[in-house]
């Protein structure tokens, strides 16, 4: 007898896709962990951009990572062949059933006609237009017209749709002793004692209007010379500039060490999950912190509501704007207020009360 297309209890192999940012996939994998736990040797597959396949070491909830940079996702997708090249590697991992994950201002259509043209049965995700067969269940998007929830809360749902869901909720990053150990010997190459945790801090950001001014930065870090701890600057190796700068307008007195275009992902996440702190714009390393629980303040631009840290204790700071909720990459107005409006002294002052909590709990 075949089973109800709408039955997901014999489903035995998922295609979850998620097809933007590191961070969103991070957001995903307590939904992901939801489908994985709800059926017993359940194989989970993740399709994801290249930047969301350097996750797939550090996901313990996903079997296989598939790497695929689709068109109507930004990113540097690069034709036609590489489309159809995905879809054949669907079709050859003979999936009972999809699941696409999308913020709500993306389509999950294009992806929904991939996976139909796979010969994938079941297929679910959010649509506000009726997508007749590719989808099923169809769940109805609400948002943001019955109001925004966060990120995690809406894939979630989702999952719910079909009797998936955990109890644990939380984000899932696995951190590995290779990538600490090669951390510590990096760290001793420096006179670092990377057993001592410390601070990490993360100046940079891929969107220009998620970026708090670095003269902002250095005066905060400058304010915490008295917390007694080192000072991990992290970014990418085009970031490192902008570290140096911070470093150097930081001013003397501050226990130093500049990371940026040094680390491996995984080496970034050990440093932040042995941390006592974590001071950052609204990007990646947020999510990673919230996934290995090290306390975070969060410089979080109003760009969009729906991407403040995850079930971990925080700061989220920010300076009220009414030209809030933009959604661009790009700050309209030229200005970025709604992150430099916020003062260094602000800064630094949640980043000593996270510490004190932190001694509190400890």
Known sequence: ?????????????????????????????PAIRA?????????????????GAFLAPYLSDVDAVLSYDAAWVKNGSSGNEQDWGAIASLRRGSYDAAVIFTVFSQS???????????????VLAHARENPYRLLNPWVKDTEPESG??????????????????CGDARLRFSTRAADRASLRRRLREQGVDGRAGGIVVHCGATAESRRYAAEGFAQALALLRDAGRTLFL??????RTLTEFVAD????????????GCLTLGELACLIEDAHLLISNNTGPVHIAAAVQTPVVDLYALTNPQHTPWMVEQRVLSCDMPCKYCYRSVCPQGHNACLNGVAPEAVAQAAYDLLEDKACIH
């Open 108 to 122: 999950a259509l294009p992806a929904a006609v991939m996976c139909h043209l796979a010969g994938i049965p079941r």
């Open 249 to 260: 307008k930081a001013g003397p007195g501050l226990r130093l060490c500049n990371l940026a």
């Open 35 to 51: 489908l994985k736990e709800s059926r017993p040797g359940r194989h989970v597959c993740l399709l994801a951009s290249r930047s």
């Open 234 to 239: 992290t970014g990418s190796q085009a970031e």
């Open 148 to 165: 925004i929830r966060h990120e995690v809360q809406r894939q979630l749902d989702l999952v719910a749709a079909v009797g998936a869901c």
């Open 1 to 29: 007898m075949t089973a109800r297309i709408d039955d997901w209890s014999s489903v035995e192999r998922v295609l979850c896709v998620r097809l933007d940012n590191m961070g969103d996939v991070l957001m995903t994998t």
